[in-house]
């Protein structure tokens, strides 16, 4: 297998990525998309210098996302396939650069690690859902970084010639995956690790001086993007975050074995997860960090035997750092866990996998049991990408896996208000409530399906009690200032709107 011409294996990872994600390429827009693919206000020159010079302007501070996604807007529009079609080109080519920098560091397996990389299904909600677009886009940059660095770090004199050429290329392109999606800030800390695992020992010199820059790059990015995010993510929402460091380390250690057994049995996946009641974690609660820290202590007792178990264990577990629960994330909101979280750090343990897998096998052995492997991957993935066609089957899929979801529940009464089955809107909105009382954004919905039943009297009162749970809801005021007017309380609905309006500009 390893004899065959790259240019074979790049070919065979783009057709089969393009044949088991064809059903995505049929998908819609998901749940927050309509927050990346470029908004009306953006889409003039203006709105490019305003993606890259005003904080706040987009959902998070990822300028080189969105200007890819400001040119796709001039491309393509709103028409989802072009979004789609890209976002799985880019997955594919991620995995081909994989497949590259497993071969340049004489991995066993390394095209088996690449295609295992391609067509495993926790990668679907990267690739299906055109926002994780910042997974796969900082992904290219990720793996372009650091196989022009690697060829950087193999020069015998970087002084002279190309080396610090490739270094200052392959800082450019950390600071592209940085402004793509501040995960990838791990970087420098990987190539520390993947050093180690060549050499046996860390130099300073070698090793560590040219990669200080990229730390302090990736930390500045990185304590950036924190801010940004609870500054104009979770504003107001932060008692929600409010865990103890005992808890964040009971989060950290369950994530790191529930992201290692989706791994190895991928099933179910789902796209909101249930969210863990760590809030009365005991001490026996303290059994998953601690059984983390024992494996990696395992793994480091055999390294004179073998230095790959434990650098595969240390490239998982701090590539999966940045979101293990140490930050607030909104998406901790749903659920300590998701499949996109993992879209880096899996790629270690498949090479490991890989070259086990390799080791164990030889011949048409090996090759009969990646081929079954990766079979039964793709069709995987071709079911899982069939849930994001279109937002009902989205959000039922969810419940299905996850009955509890409130958010899918008042998502699908979006979805299916949409469709003017108001009834069935209502029935979600108030399942929504029933699982998470005192959801402001479910009293809004509910009162919206109301107010299009003619019902205004339950919608001012669903309204009132958005506004009460959240005094800066926008949106809820304005809706309460429209059924306020519609049953003649004039004086009532200006004094709404004026609120709406005082809010909205307090944001500007």
Partial sequence: MNDMRPAVFHASIFSATLIAYFPALRGGFAWNDA?????????????????????????????????????????????????????????????????????????????LGALLFALHPVCVESVAWISEEKNTLSAVFYLLAALVYLRFDERDNRSVGGGWRDYLLATGLFVGALLSKSVTATLPAALLVVS???????????DVAPLLPWFALGAGVGLFTGWVERTFVIGG?????ALSFFMRWVVAGRAVWFYLGKLLWPHPLTFFYP???????????????????????????IRRRSRGPVAVGM????????????????AFRFSFVADHFQYLACMGVLAGLAAALSAALAGVHRIAAGCLVLCLFGILVWRQCGVYHDPETFYRAILADNPSSWIAHNNLGNALLDQKRGDEAIAEYRAALGIRPGYPEAENDLGTALAAKGLM?????????????????VQAHLNLALALWAVGRRDEAIAEHDTAVRLESSRR
Wanted: net charge positive; with cysteine.
């Fill in 275 to 301: 969210r863990w009641e760590i809030e009365s974690a005991g001490l026996e609660q303290a059994l998953y960090p601690l059984s983390v820290l024992a494996a990696l202590l395992v793994l480091w007792s």
């Fill in 237 to 241: 929402l932060r008692s929600e975050f």
């Fill in 35 to 111: 927050d990346y693919v470029t908004q009306s206000g953006f889409r003039s020159l203006a709105g490019l210098a305003r993606i890259w010079f005003k904080v706040g302007a987009t959902e998070q501070y990822y300028p080189v996302l969105h200007s890819a996604f400001w040119i796709e807007h001039r491309l393509w529009g709103d028409a989802p396939l072009g979004y789609h079609l890209l976002n799985v080109l880019l997955h594919a080519a991620a995995a081909c650069l994989f497949g590259v920098i497993l071969r340049r560091l004489a991995v066993p397996g390394a095209w």
């Fill in 315 to 330: 490239l998982f577990v701090g590539s999966l750092f940045p979101t293990l629960g140490f930050f607030d994330v909104f």
């Fill in 196 to 206: 180690w695992w060549r050499h046996g020992r860390i130099s300073w010199r070698r």
């Fill in 457 to 473: 009297d339950g919608a001012i009162g669903e309204y009132r009690r958005a506004v009460r749970l959240e005094p800066d809801f």
